[in-house]
Antibody, heavy 121, light 107 residues
């Protein structure tokens, strides 16, 4: 069974840092591009970061320079390092697998269960 | 960035009703449009990819159509398990963006 399990969420003060992890199983992790998507409670979805099989990375302007996506294929794990956190970053963060050979025309399937990040003093 | 809009923002419907949700992109995105279903407290689930392809395991009552800037998701006969929020997402170019969602609830 293909599965993604996020961890690492929690309460952090504004300006602080947090590292999220996503453990993948049930598929050949190294062959897939991977993404992070977030959702403010009760609100819509926002794509946050992507990493290709070759390690190329992409971000929207809202997090560029503050967030870093990375992967460890040996550990079947995806990461999101979040620095200079703001109240507006408070959200549930999901990791999601892209389709095989998407050429950056992705669809996200499956998604993990999400991990809540709360930025507050 | 490509802006995505959806209409209606919410719809009340009965079991057995036909429901159509519209998604519009601020610029042409070919057929790079996906649809997701999300139930409260759960992660989104892929329903339709590339505008009209049904994801494996998704019931045939779901269908998608469109290209360019205008897209639709249709539920041909609403079932109790279909009450949820539906999001479209453009996969044409970075940054990938989602519509604001359409909530389908019980009439």
């Amino acid at each position: 069974e293909v599965q993604l399990v996020e961890s690492g969420g929690g309460l952090v003060q504004p300006g602080g840092s947090l590292r999220l992890s996503c453990a993948a199983s049930g598929f050949t992790f190294s062959r897939y591009d991977m993404h992070w998507v977030r959702q403010v409670t009760g609100k819509g979805l926002e794509w946050v970061a992507a990493i290709g099989t070759g390690g190329d990375t992409y971000y929207p302007d809202s997090v560029k320079g503050r967030f870093t996506i990375s992967r460890d294929n040996a550990k079947n794990s995806l990461y999101l390092q979040m620095n200079s956190l703001r109240a507006g970053d408070t959200a549930v963060y999901y990791c999601a697998r892209d389709r095989l050979t998407s050429d950056w025309h992705p669809w996200f399937d499956p998604w993990g269960q999400g991990t809540l990040v709360t930025v507050s003093s | 960035d490509i802006q995505m809009t959806q209409s209606p923002s919410s719809v009340s419907a009965s079991v057995g009703d036909r429901v159509t949700i519209t998604c519009r992109a601020s610029q042409g995105i070919s057929s790079y449009l996906d649809w997701y279903q999300q139930k409260p407290g759960k992660a989104p689930k892929l329903l339709i990819y590339a505008a009209s392809s049904l994801q494996s395991g998704v019931p045939l009552r779901f269908s998608g159509s469109g290209s360019g800037t205008d897209f639709t998701l249709t539920i041909s006969s609403l079932q109790p398990e279909d009450f949820a929020t539906y999001y479209c997402q453009q996969a044409n170019s970075f940054p990938f963006t989602f519509g604001p969602g359409t909530k389908v609830d019980i009439k």
